[in-house]
């Protein structure tokens, strides 16, 4: 959810900033460098909570070693 706002964040501020470009004030321009710090952030927070959640260095396939014939 966290990373899932945070990629929309920064699709719609970049897509925003595309769009209208020149044309924005400097408040609009500083809002939507705003929106593109925040959602960057939250994207880097969610993926920090994913590797601390799944940890997938610890668990990792290996492919020289044969999986047991049960699995699946």
Do not use: C, K
């Amino acid at each position: 959810m966290v990373g899932g706002a945070g990629m929309t964040l920064l699709i719609l501020g970049a897509s925003i900033g595309v769009i209208y470009g020149a044309g924005l004030g400097a408040e609009s321009t500083h809002s939507l460098g705003l929106a593109l710090i925040v959602g960057l952030l939250l994207l880097i927070l969610a993926i920090g909570f994913w590797l601390g959640w799944v940890r997938p260095f610890d668990r990792f396939d290996d492919i020289n070693v044969p999986a047991e014939p049960e699995h699946h």
